[in-house]
């Protein structure tokens, strides 16, 4: 196993999202207390993520423009937020960014505007 998937395997697991689906994780098993033990935060999805982009900046955004999605929940003070970063192909050159969201019962929206990161 080289040491890029291990690097996924283990953003997986500490991301939380992937905490329900314990088949896509078996191997990183050792890993599963520590994600639950985290609070559990499960952020969007990627598409749920390119829609919030899309809604805020007015342009769509498609899935297959985003790629490295990482969110990390706030904790118990705004358990319904977080902050996101991820690489966004604008031009067809890939630029990472970061923002703040939250989730409501219409989805997940932006809630700061998109900050590059260099």
Not at 26 to 40: Q, R, V
Not at 51 to 62: I, Q
Not at 65 to 72: A, D, E, G, I, Y
């Amino acid at each position: 196993m080289g040491k890029r998937t291990r690097r996924y395997r283990r953003e997986w697991v500490e991301s939380g999202r992937y905490a329900g689906k314990v088949c896509a994780m078996t191997p990183a098993l050792p890993f599963l207390p520590a994600a639950l033990a985290a609070g559990g935060f499960v952020g969007p999805t990627p598409a749920e993520f390119a829609r919030a982009v899309g809604d805020f900046t007015g342009n769509p955004v498609k899935v297959a423009n985003v790629r490295h999605l990482s969110c990390k929940g706030f904790g118990d003070d705004e358990p319904t937020e977080a902050a996101c970063s991820w690489h966004q192909r604008m031009s067809g050159k890939w630029k990472r960014y970061s923002t703040s969201v939250a989730v409501d019962g219409r989805g997940w929206h932006l809630i700061d505007e998109p900050n590059p990161e260099r």
